[in-house]
């Protein structure tokens, strides 16, 4: 079959689908579904690449607009395509392969690591699990090695959890306490003990992209909320609620990733009448609380039959202590079981007997305040260095939204800083569907060995701020 021109970076590629569109072997929007996401998957058709318009492909193909349209809209859904007012229907790069242009998946020793949002990690948290590893090597009988049951966790870590809980405003009991490897794990819980395949799920414009790749997995439909600096706008949220079934909204109110928000106490409330009004589940991510030295209830508070609440010692602690928590309602405790059960059995006894044992001998608290003292040496050289060109920052983050000047392209920024030893993120692995690019990055402060290597990085940021971009920047490429 023959394609037709379409350009990318200046390349001119063509493109057409090789597929059987009989409809013998199924619908045929399905088959175009397959083949479009085949070619993304292939390299065939690479990022960026714009697509060719329904008329066009349905003419080509000899089938009905409809189908095209319905093709491209589930491919949309599936994140692999994005639509752009005015300007038609391109590639979206595939979210593992966005993520893993911006965020390091290890240590690069040539590049100062501000591309992932972790926990400081320094000579004190080092001595620490030394200090723990030891103790452990030195006892008779590790009792919590025994046995893979309860899948929830065992009892006596899920009480020391269930305190910890509680002196940041989360009252659970231990059958409504699960134990996760980390937050991540507890969305997944979470969202899959409640959602079904084409279900609607609501989410910051701006979000953490493991609840787009859940979205992908899971095969819910994600929609995306404006926000202001408290996060998510009520009016919208109940807009969308008011005018289709929504089935769950997932919140970040504490620290939003990637862009700072701070959900303020009447607006956690009113998100909570809301819904509690439609009757929307609630997935709280609540993993930045530690770090906050405000004392702001949960939403999930004011939600004891539609709330999950998600928490960990991972972003608080160190990051390798992936203990998490997940609290959710009574009545839906043996299914949230159920998924942890076939989805990874039980949180590692390992580290939640580590997370325990901490928390219980105030470890915890104390790490959690060598934590925020970082941040704060951290977030003031942000503001000093970076100065209005931060978009949004708190003192005890763990990181910062910051705009890029208008005469640069996020990935012509972000390439230019690797060429100069530092990786920040910028949007798009954390865009939903139709959102437009913010041109902003998202800069992490704990992946930095010190505070003087933070420093120097934030230097060579302003430094590339002042800099016009080389004539030759739209060839970059990740």
């Known amino acids: 079959m023959l394609g037709w021109p379409k350009h990318q970076g200046g390349k001119t590629i063509m493109w057409l689908p090789d597929i059987d569109l009989s409809g013998e072997t199924g619908p045929k929007y399905k088959a175009l579904v397959e083949a479009i996401i085949t070619d993304i998957e292939s390299g065939r058709l690479r990022h960026d690449v714009r697509m060719p318009t329904h008329r066009e492909l349905a003419y080509r193909l000899k089938v009905s607009v409809q189908t095209v349209s319905a093709a491209y809209k589930e491919v949309e859904r599936q994140g692999y395509l994005r639509s752009e007012r005015r300007r038609g229907t391109f590639v979206q790069a595939r979210l593992t392969d966005r993520a893993s242009s911006f965020i390091l998946d290890s240590r690069q020793p040539d590049l100062v690591d501000l591309s992932i949002v972790r926990a400081a990690y320094t000579d004190f948290h080092n001595d620490l699990s030394r200090q723990m590893h030891a103790k452990l090597a030195e006892e008779p009988h590790h009792g919590w090695m025994e046995s893979c049951r309860p899948v929830a966790g065992f009892d006596y870590h899920r009480d020391i959890g269930r305190n910890w809980l509680s002196g940041m405003g989360v009252d659970v009991e231990i059958p409504n306490l699960l134990i996760t490897n980390g937050a991540a794990q507890g969305v997944f819980t979470a969202l899959s003990t409640v959602i079904q395949p084409d279900d609607v799920v609501l989410t910051e ?24 600096d408290e996060g998510i706008l009520p ?41 509690e009004h439609y009757g929307v589940y609630v997935i709280e991510d609540d993993v930045y609380r530690p770090l906050l030295e405000e004392n702001l209830p949960p939403i999930t508070s004011f939600l004891p039959k539609l709330g999950f609440h998600v928490s960990s010692l991972t972003k608080a602690v160190m990051p390798g202590l992936r203990t998490g928590f997940l609290a959710v309602p009574a009545h839906l405790s043996i299914r949230a079981s159920s998924v942890l059960r076939v989805t990874g059995w039980m949180g590692t006894p390992l580290m939640a007997e580590i997370g325990a044992r901490w928390i219980a001998d105030g470890t915890v608290d104390q790490a959690v305040t060598v934590q925020r003292a970082l941040m704060r040496e951290r977030q003031a050289l942000v503001a000093d260095i970076l100065g209005d060109a931060v978009v949004r920052h708190h003192p005890t983050s763990l990181s910062a939204w910051v705009r890029i000047p208008e005469h640069w392209q996020e990935e012509w920024f972000a390439s230019e800083l690797r060429k100069n030893g530092v990786a920040v993120t910028i949007s798009d692995p954390f865009m ?7 041109n902003a990055m998202r800069i992490c402060l704990g992946g930095a060995p010190d505070t003087p290597t933070v420093q120097h990085a934030l230097i060579q940021i302003r430094h590339t701020m ?4 080389g004539v030759h920047a739209f060839d970059v490429m990740y």
Do not use: Y
């Not at 992209?209 to 095969?219: E, K, N, P, T």
């Not at 939903?432 to 913010?438: A, S």
């Not at 002042?466 to 971009?469: F, G, I, K, L, V």
């Open 205 to 228: 414009s701006l979000t953490d992209h493991g609840v787009i790749g859940s979205a992908s997995i899971l095969r819910f439909k994600l929609g995306a909320l404006p926000t202001d």
């Open 235 to 275: 009016d919208a949220f109940e807009q969308e609620c008011r005018t289709r079934q929504i089935r769950a909204l997932v919140v970040t109110p504490i620290f939003t990733n990637p862009t700072n928000c701070l959900m303020g106490l009447e607006r956690r409330k009113r998100i909570a009448e809301i819904a």
């Open 432 to 438: 939903t569907v139709k959102v437009p690019r913010p």
């Open 466 to 469: 002042d800099q016009m971009p």
